[in-house]
């Protein structure tokens, strides 16, 4: 028999802030029964009362860093407890650090593909069952940035080079299963990512900027019509088309000196 208590849910990874939090709220307003996972416990539940209060179904918040090696066990643990399967994966945790990668802390840049990569792929792969079961889909958050060569980005760069690579392989291997897997490529978005990396000082700050709810409507309307991939907003999806046509020997200096840290901001 069928457990009437049993919650079938759209996980959002990263849902204290930014992009997953206006994420969260859309799916949230379209009916979606959510789990919202970050570190910040205060803010996913203050997160979690905003959305119970508008009506929808509470969230069940889990506070966990996913860079941990354990992350993905303890995840899955935690749904289970709570008697809940993924149905709907959005992997939207991630982070970057702005600098030359020999200058850079080498622990934060593999702690960064630790978050970037290697849990998107533990949960991807770990959930794909359940997915599959729901006949769901899975939102992988990657950039712009995956492609374009990243000097004074490298490792973050080539984190959301492997996402997209991923996210369209996955997207061809499970067509039959009617599971859809969306890669979302923002640009530059208004969130607390730039702070995060050290991006305040660099010139590719002026660089046109999207909003984190224009983002999340975007991928959210992608991820739900199967799409495999989403470039958001005009002056990105200009960049991704004409890349192609760029030398890489034009363009690596410039993206380094567009990323370059400014000592006068
Ligand atoms: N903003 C941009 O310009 C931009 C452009 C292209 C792509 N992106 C991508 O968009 C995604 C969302 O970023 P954002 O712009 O919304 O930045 P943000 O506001 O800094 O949000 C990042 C989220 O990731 C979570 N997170 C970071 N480290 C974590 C960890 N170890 N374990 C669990 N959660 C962790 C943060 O929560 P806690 O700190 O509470 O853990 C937060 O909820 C990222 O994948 C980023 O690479 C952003």
Not at 46 to 63: H, K, N, T
Request: hydrophobic letters at 50%; aromatic letters at 6%; a positive charge.
């Amino acid at each position: 028999m069928t457990d009437p208590h049993f919650r079938r849910l759209t996980l959002i990874t990263g849902a204290s802030s930014g992009i997953g939090t206006e994420l969260a709220r859309i799916c949230a307003a379209k009916g979606h029964d959510l789990a919202l996972v970050a570190r910040s416990s205060d803010a996913l539940h203050a997160l979690s009362d905003e959305i119970a209060a508008a009506g929808a179904p509470r969230p069940l918040v889990i506070v966990l860093d996913l860079a941990g090696r354990d992350a993905g066990e303890e995840l899955e643990t935690a749904l289970a407890q709570a008697r809940a399967s993924v149905s709907i994966l959005i992997n939207n945790a991630g982070f970057g650090l702005a600098g030359p990668a020999r200058a850079l802390n080498a622990r934060e840049q593999v702690e960064m593909i630790d978050l970037n990569v290697r849990s998107l792929s533990d949960l991807t792969l770990r959930f794909l069952p359940q997915i599959i079961a729901a006949r769901g889909r899975i939102m992988n958050v990657a950039s712009v940035a995956a492609f374009l060569p990243g000097p004074g980005m490298a490792t973050y760069y080539a984190t959301k080079s492997f996402v997209v690579s991923f996210s369209e392989s996955l997207w061809q291997e499970l067509r039959a299963t009617g599971v859809t897997v969306t890669a979302l490529c923002p640009g530059l978005t208004t969130t607390g990512f730039q702070a995060r990396a050290g991006l305040d000082t660099a010139l590719l700050k002026n660089m046109p900027t999207q909003s984190a709810r224009d983002v999340a409507m975007s991928g959210y309307e992608a991820m739900m019509a199967g799409r495999r991939r989403i470039v958001t907003g005009a002056f990105n999806k200009l960049t991704v088309a004409l890349m192609p046509f760029m030398p890489r020997a034009l363009l690596l200096p410039l993206l380094g000196y567009l990323q370059a840290k400014r000592r006068d901001g």
